[in-house]
């Protein structure tokens, strides 16, 4: 059973840092693709940042320069290092894997989630 497990987050003044884990079990991700998202108060879960197999890295206009995507193969784990976070990056983030080598900005590109871990940036 294949499993991605999020960890990192919680509460942050505006300006602070965090980084975010995501632990992939019960199959290798090495040769897929893996990607952050975030859902904020009612709105849509919407991309944050994506790498692919070959660390190849695209991010949202939104966070590209503050936050930085990353993955070792080895441990089956992707990370998220946020900082110079806003009030704005408020948000339950969510890790994701394809099972492909490349993936996208669309949520419907993955195939399997984590639970998702809760951001909160106060101002």
């Known amino acids: 059973q294949v499993q991605l497990v999020e960890s990192g987050g919680g509460l942050v003044q505006a300006g602070g840092s965090l980084r975010l884990s995501c632990t992939a079990s019960g199959r290798t991700f090495s040769r897929s693709a893996m990607g952050w998202f975030r859902q904020g108060p009612g709105k849509e879960r919407e991309f944050v940042a994506r790498?692919?197999?070959?660390?190849?890295?695209t991010y949202a206009d939104s966070v590209k320069g503050r936050f930085t995507i990353s993955r070792d193969n080895a441990m089956n784990t992707a990370y998220l290092q946020m900082n110079s976070l806003k009030p704005e990056d408020t948000a339950v983030y969510y890790c994701?894997?394809?099972?492909?080598?490349?993936?996208?900005?669309?949520?419907?590109?993955?195939?399997?989630w984590g639970q998702g871990t809760q951001v909160t940036v106060s101002s």
């Open positions: 994701a894997a394809a099972r492909w080598p490349t993936a996208g900005r669309i949520p419907n590109e993955y195939d399997y």
């Open positions: 790498i692919s197999w070959s660390g190849s890295t």
